[in-house]
Each structure stands twice: as structure tokens, then as C-alpha cells.
């Protein structure tokens, strides 16, 4: 960060304006007055700015205004009397009061000489790093929608509520939708976001960390491909620099597409299955989810077989929306499954559909909606997959 700072001031119409303006100039000089909140993220994303001075009742100002401007590496400060404990919580540098300006030139320098800038907590505490390499666990799954997010979302939730460092990745090439079952709105990709920094060679722990967002106590995630047109951006083995990166964090789960094809393989420069296949390569542990009806179960072995292609770690086998209406039992499908694997352990997650629908109503984890069977069940697959358990065979409808 340069020595002379440069600043944007989004007053919103406030008395003290006037006052900022001498107490900046010239030491740090302002580059625009902004009229709000729009044009000061308009203004921020040409990246001539260092420090955004705004004020603390600037409309729309909140956590994910932030992080926008975060992403093009301007910090915040507030000019303002009340509220500067919860200012600090959505990540504004330094609180100024308006009364008293005369602190402001030191918040600005300080703000803008600072190495590091904490990613907004909506919940009021960073997730800690970890001690260690985390784990890397690849959620996968045929097509047809078996539950691979929500899966992941609840893999994920479930071991970061158990005080675990968590970081969710969003890896499906063909459209990622954890960004949407969260109710996160960003605009910047933060896998893309990642993916530019490691093609540029500076994907360090500092810039990864604005790649992130935190949705929850020990809970952060690395958002997908807002398109799925976009998946050309994402090159051979940027996911392998992602994940090494990710490791620093904590334990990662990764949300993957549903196609273990190669298709660089069938004449193509790139494959668009890349992230998948980097996924599933890197991961100390794979789970693979399918639905209990017959045509998802056929689905599901045909990938046990194509997962034993690509890797020899340790496969944990999810079956999702089991019901007995079906007409068969756990022992029926336990059976099938261990014909094409032999599994560390078969897990059965209930049809809970006024779970799932209030989860995604909410924009949230089931983990978040209190006591259910399918949480219950998602704490078990945890258990076996990041919890350290011994794999157990599955209870038997007799």
C-alpha cells in the first residue's frame, strides 16, 4: 500500500463534509465526493482509491457493501456518533466520531497502510485458522439433482457448529447454487475472484481471505460460477492451487459437479468436468450421494464404477430421501452399493422435505433450523467423514 493515500468521501449530505475535506487535503488527498453508496462502488471497482470515508447512516452501507469494496482493496472508515460496535462487526476499519474529526487524517492513514483487513462477520466472530492442513472432503453425485448441495451445505454446517474452522467450496462447473441456498448475494465470484490471483501468481493467505465470505461461526465459503458459461475461466489445476490455499483455513468441503467425464480427453483443448476431476483427485475423502429411487440408484452405481477410475481414497456412500414407501431397505441398498465399492460406510438421510424447503426458504443450513432426522442424519455422515469415527455398517431394516 503507497505512503500517500487516496480517498473517496461518501458523506451523504452530512454537516462535516466541509471540515473532512480540510483535515484530508492534501496529505490525503480526495479523488471524488460521492453522491451514494452506488456511485461509491462504481467508483472504487477503477481501483485509483485506497480509503472510502463514508458516513455511518450512508444509505445501503452494510456488510455486503463491504465487501465490494474490499474486493478492489479499499478499506473503510465511518464518520459518525452511535453505533461504531456494529460498524466494526460488518467491517468498517475505524470508527471517527463526528463531533470530534480531528482523529480522522490518522484512521485514514491507518486504514490505508494496514496489511490486513478482517472479512466481515455477520455473526460477530472470525472464523479462527487452523492449527494444521485441513482436510479435504469431495462431495459428488450423478445427475438428477440427488443432493449434492445440500449435502455439502449440511456436511459443512454440521462440522464448523461443532467448533471446527470450515471452508465451503463451490466447484460445480456446470452452475454452483450453494451462493443461493445460503442467501448470499455477491456480485464477484469468489472462486473466479481466486482463480484470477492464482493465474497472476498472488494468491496469498491475506488476498484469499477477500476471496471469502463468512456466513456463519466457523463457517466461510468460496462462491461458484455465477454462470455456467464461465467455467473456461477456471483452468487446469487453479483448483489444485485453491484447495492447497484452503487447507490453511481449516477442513474443506467441496460441492462438485455431477460428470467424471474427461472430455479433453474426446478432442476438447479442456475438459469442462476439470473442476470436478481436480476435486475428486485432491480430496482425502470423497462422498458420493444418490436418491433412493430406482432411477437415481442405477445413476449412483454407474458412478461408483467411474469413481473407482479416477480415485482410490477412502468413499463414503450418502443414499438420500429414503422413505419405506419405496418398498426396500437399507440392507437392499447397502447390498447394491457394496457390489461396486467397498465403501467406508452407507449412510441413509431421510425424505425431510419441510426441512429442506424451510432451509431454502431461509437461506440457510439445516444445521441453523434447531432438531430434525435429516440433521441428525447429517451429523452421523460428519461423524464418519470428518469426526475420526470408525466406519460402521449401516443399521439393517430387518
Request: glycine share 10%; net charge negative; proline share 6%.
Amino acid at each position: 500500500m503507497p505512503d500517500r493515500v487516496t480517498v473517496l468521501l461518501a458523506a451523504g449530505g452530512e454537516p462535516w463534509e466541509a471540515r473532512a475535506l480540510q483535515l484530508l487535503n492534501p496529505a490525503s488527498p480526495v479523488l471524488k465526493r460521492c453522491v451514494d453508496l452506488t456511485d461509491l462502488l462504481a467508483t472504487a471497482a477503477t481501483g485509483q482509491a485506497d480509503v472510502a470515508v463514508v458516513s455511518a447512516e450512508l444509505a445501503g452501507l452494510d456488510a455486503d457493501a463491504v465487501v465490494q469494496l474490499l474486493r478492489h482493496d479499499v478499506r473503510c472508515v465511518a464518520v459518525g456518533d452511535d453505533g461504531a460496535a456494529a460498524l466494526t462487526r460488518i467491517g468498517i476499519a475505524d470508527v471517527v466520531p463526528a463531533n470530534d474529526l480531528s482523529a480522522l487524517p490518522g484512521a485514514v492513514v491507518a486504514a490505508g497502510t494496514c496489511d490486513v483487513v478482517a472479512d466481515p462477520d455477520p455473526v460477530g466472530g472470525l472464523a479462527p485458522e487452523s492449527s494444521g492442513p485441513g482436510r479435504v472432503i469431495a462431495v459428488h453425485g450423478p445427475a438428477g439433482a440427488p443432493g449434492r448441495t445440500t449435502l455439502a451445505i449440511g456436511l459443512a454446517a454440521e462440522h464448523a457448529h461443532r467448533g471446527e474452522p470450515t471452508l465451503l467450496v463451490d466447484a460445480d462447473p456446470h452452475g454452483g447454487a450453494v451462493a443461493q441456498h445460503l442467501g448470499v448475494l455477491d456480485e464477484v465470484s469468489g472462486l473466479l475472484a481466486a482463480a484470477r490471483l492464482v493465474n497472476a501468481g498472488s494468491l496469498d493467505a491475506v488476498a484469499f481471505a477477500r476471496c471469502r465470505r463468512v456466513v456463519g461461526d466457523g463457517l466461510e465459503v468460496l462462491t461458484g460460477l455465477p454462470r455456467p458459461d464461465r467455467w473456461v475461466e477456471a483452468r487446469p489445476g487453479v483448483l489444485d492451487a485453491v484447495l492447497e490455499r484452503a487447507r490453511d483455513v481449516g477442513d474443506v468441503v467441496v460441492d462438485t459437479g455431477f460428470s467424471l467425464e474427461d472430455e479433453a480427453g474426446l478432442g476438447r483443448s479442456i475438459s469442462r468436468n476439470q473442476l470436478t476431476l481436480d476435486a475428486v483427485a485432491a480430496a482425502d475423502h470423497v462422498v458420493v450421494v444418490g436418491s433412493a429411487e430406482p432411477t437415481g440408484l442405477a445413476r449412483l452405481a454407474r458412478t461408483l464404477v467411474e469413481l473407482g477410475d479416477v480415485t482410490q481414497v477412502p468413499v463414503t456412500v450418502v443414499v438420500n430421501r429414503m422413505r419405506d414407501s419405496l418398498g426396500w431397505s437399507r440392507r437392499d441398498i447397502a447390498g447394491m452399493v457394496e457390489g461396486y465399492i467397498r465403501p467406508a460406510a452407507v449412510h441413509f438421510l431421510p425424505e425431510d422435505r419441510p426441512t429442506t424447503d424451510r432451509a431454502l426458504v431461509a437461506g440457510k443450513a439445516v444445521t441453523e433450523l434447531g432438531d430434525s432426522a435429516l440433521r441428525r442424519a447429517l451429523a452421523e455422515v460428519r461423524g464418519t467423514v470428518l469426526g475420526g469415527q470408525l466406519a460402521q455398517r449401516p443399521p439393517i431394516n430387518r
